[in-house]
């Protein structure tokens, strides 16, 4: 995975290579793998064997960056840093530590220590932004993640979700991490309520909230995310969509919502999803029209079908609300931008 | 509403949230371009540093008499006639090169004592159906001729091929058979691409997630096959799926993660081989996405995908 990383600075010298380190841990602390995992993951991240020692009772391993135990006795080195009371890890670089050496060791100490039953996570500041962000932390513990980031208590800030590929033409100052979720690892950060739109593709904005509320910001803003379609739309703000984000941000995955469901139909059509983006903005046939950039006749026809497929009239009283919500929605659970690669700027690919 | 699939091993999951932008899941044409510079494999010299293996370069007549490059790996070591390996690359049909994903075949060089010949097979959609396949057979025949110069043993010569690379060397085997080309002693079908079709449940399974999606396959077929892809005229040697005949073939070692879209054609390939009363080795590694050897090779799951392969190639290929 070292080559990997050297790819990725390569495709993007502005890419945060520490974060994916923090992801791949953050990712194997999950999946509750074992010491010799965990040994391997920190060897194919740095290239160089990866080593750990406990006392009592007494075992120590070293492992390559291929994922092959060394058979040798095991030396402690001198240097080694000390995952907890009686545990130590180490890298075994010859010359000067890279750069990654020392975020590496870091997540090493701290999942060795939590698999051996003892790590607590509230041990680990780096991780005060999960706690703020998670809703089923106390509120208290929250306030005091709150003041450890440096974000004073009765003011306004906003998450920034982001996955770790996106491209930041900006990025912004505030306090960061890497928070998993059922999308995967994303890259989070806070900045004040009325900072300027964060320039970065994809990225969401959450809605502003009191530190305590910061946790609704993070859920809006990956709602926001999900709603980028770059190159079109690269970032998006969940201001934008009011108090539908927080109905959007509260809808389980697999809900049971036959209008969504009865809009595959619709966008089997190539003309689909340009037409229901019209219409959802639009206070017209007319006006959806012109939007699309296509025939008043046109337009009609296609809303003929969508009345049909839907069952009931897009332009009329609660139908409006209907199909509004359920094209949103459907973009959620169709939404790819959390798989693709950000462009690599300087270098436009074709 | 969402589909049911198996999870990916975690240690996996954990190089995934490494490799994301490198690899995306779903790659349509336009990244045709992208995937070529992120999939370029690394120098040569850097691979092969430290290791007793000597390396030369000949020009030789591919499809319709073009010239194209193979490499001829050897152990420096080496003293009269060696078994031998073709080695065809992955890349999902569009990129990749002749060294792409070669370090975890060069243990069969300096261990077993093989020669390889990696090939530079023309790549899709500049170049599509017969070009790889036939530059492939190319290599393979060129091989068999100068065998003696090369140092190969003709008795025991084997194909060996990752993913894209998978698919042209079942496809390979099948032609040798059919065209009484050269005697292959074995075929090393790693995760192979064999189905232009698209149409089994695993493919459906893995739409958007992982490495090598329903997308990226029909990215690559369409670049291979154009608009013949799926329809009834497609030839078996550039997808074997469409073979209806897999007798008399080389004794084939298939290995595939349950957790990607090949799954099913590979089962189904290596079951086809079987009813034929033919010899194949199958492999299904539970919780492994596409290419996890190459993309994780230090995991566990990928530790034993590799040792599983290097036991066969011994088994096959050693003094």
């Known amino acids: 995975m070292q080559e990997l990383l050297g790819r990725i600075s390569a495709l ?4 945060s290579l520490s974060l994916r380190v923090i992801a791949c841990f953050d990712e194997l602390v999950i999946g509750n793998v074992n010491t010799r995992a965990l040994l391997s ?13 406990q006392d009592h009772p007494r075992r120590s391993m070293r492992v390559t960056p291929r994922g092959d135990v060394r058979p040798e006795e095991v030396l402690v080195p001198a240097d080694a840093g000390s995952a907890s009371e009686g545990l130590s890890v180490w890298l075994e670089r010859d010359g000067a530590p890279h750069v990654n ?16 039953g003892r790590g607590r996570r509230d041990l680990d500041n780096r991780r005060e932004l999960g706690l703020l962000l998670d809703a089923s932390v106390p509120v208290d513990d929250r306030r005091t993640a709150a003041a450890r980031l440096g974000l004073a208590a009765g003011c306004r800030h906003r998450v920034v979700a982001a996955p770790l590929f996106a491209a930041w033409t900006d990025h912004p100052a505030g306090p960061q991490d890497v928070v998993p979720t059922p999308f995967g690892p994303i890259h989070a950060v806070v900045v004040p309520h009325d900072h300027p739109p964060v320039v970065a593709s994809p990225a969401g904005t959450g809605v502003a909230g009191p530190v305590e509320q910061l946790h609704r910001s993070f859920r809006t803003a990956l709602v926001a995310l999900r709603l980028c379609l770059p190159p079109e739309l690269p970032s998006v703000q969940a201001d934008d969509y009011g108090g539908l984000v927080a109905l959007l941000a509260d809808t389980p995955a697999d809900a049971d919502l036959p209008d969504v469901d009865v809009l595959d139909t619709v966008m089997t059509h190539s003309w689909g999803g340009p037409t229901l983006d019209a219409v959802v903005r639009a206070g017209s046939v007319r006006q959806a029209a012109r939007l699309a950039g296509v025939h008043h006749s046109t337009m009609q026809t296609r809303l003929d079908v969508i009345a049909d497929v839907l069952g009931f009239d897009p332009f009329d009283g609660l139908g409006r609300s209907r199909v509004g919500m359920a094209y949103l929605v459907w973009r959620l659970r169709h939404s790819r931008v959390l798989d693709l690669p950000a462009p690599v700027r300087g270098n436009p690919m074709g | 509403m969402t589909t049911a699939r198996p999870d990916f091993d975690p240690e996996l999951k954990a190089g995934l949230a490494v490799v994301g ?9 336009d990244l045709i371009a992208f995937m070529r510079r992120s999939y370029a494999s690394p120098p040569i010299e850097d691979t092969l540093r430290g290791r007793p293996i000597a390396r030369h370069e000949e020009t030789i007549a591919g499809h319709g008499g073009d010239p194209i490059t193979v490499s001829v790996l050897r152990p420096t070591a080496a003293s009269g006639p060696r078994p031998g390996v073709l080695f065809v690359h992955s890349g999902g049909l569009m990129f990749g090169d002749r060294f792409s994903g070669a370090d975890l075949v060069l243990d069969w060089v300096d261990r077993l004592g093989a020669v390889l010949v990696a090939v530079e097979y023309r790549l899709a959609p500049e170049f599509p159906d017969p070009y790889p396949r036939e530059d492939v057979y190319a290599a393979c025949e060129w091989a068999a001729t100068h065998a003696e110069r090369l140092g190969i043993r003709r008795d025991r010569f084997l ?21 009484g080309g050269p005697r292959l002693c074995g075929q090393v079908l790693d995760y192979p691409m064999l189905d232009d079709r698209g149409t089994t449940p695993s493919t459906g399974q893995f739409d958007g997630v992982g490495v090598w999606d329903r997308v990226s396959n029909e990215t690559g077929w369409t670049a291979l096959l154009g608009a013949a892809r799926g329809g009834p005229d497609v030839s078996p040697y550039a997808a074997p799926a469409r073979a209806t005949d897999l007798g008399r073939l080389p ?14 054609e590979a089962i189904a390939y290596a079951d086809g081989i079987w009813a034929a009363g033919g010899d194949a080795e199958l492999h299904v590694w539970s919780g492994g996405f596409h290419a996890f050897d190459i993309f994780a090779p230090h995991t566990v799951l990928a530790r034993g995908m590799i040792g599983t392969r290097d036991a066969w190639v011994e088994k096959v290929l050693a003094d």
């Not at chain 2, 932008?21 to 044409?29: A, D, L, R, S």
């Not at chain 2, 194909?159 to 065209?179: E, I």
């Open chain 1, 12 to 15: 993007d010298p502005e890419a």
């Open chain 1, 41 to 53: 993951a920190a060897a194919s991240l740095s290239g160089c064997t990866a080593g750990y020692h």
């Open chain 1, 101 to 116: 050496d020392a975020i590496i060791l870091e997540r090493l100490a701290l999942a060795v220590r939590i698999r051996h």
């Open chain 2, 21 to 29: 932008g490198v690899f995306p899941p779903t790659i349509t044409p």
């Open chain 2, 159 to 179: 194909v060996a091929g990752a993913s894209s690379g998978g698919g042209l060397a079942a496809g390979l085997a099948l032609a040798a058979r059919d065209r």
């Open chain 2, 251 to 264: 004794p084939a070692f298939i290995d595939v993660g349950a957790a990607e879209i090949f799954r099913d």
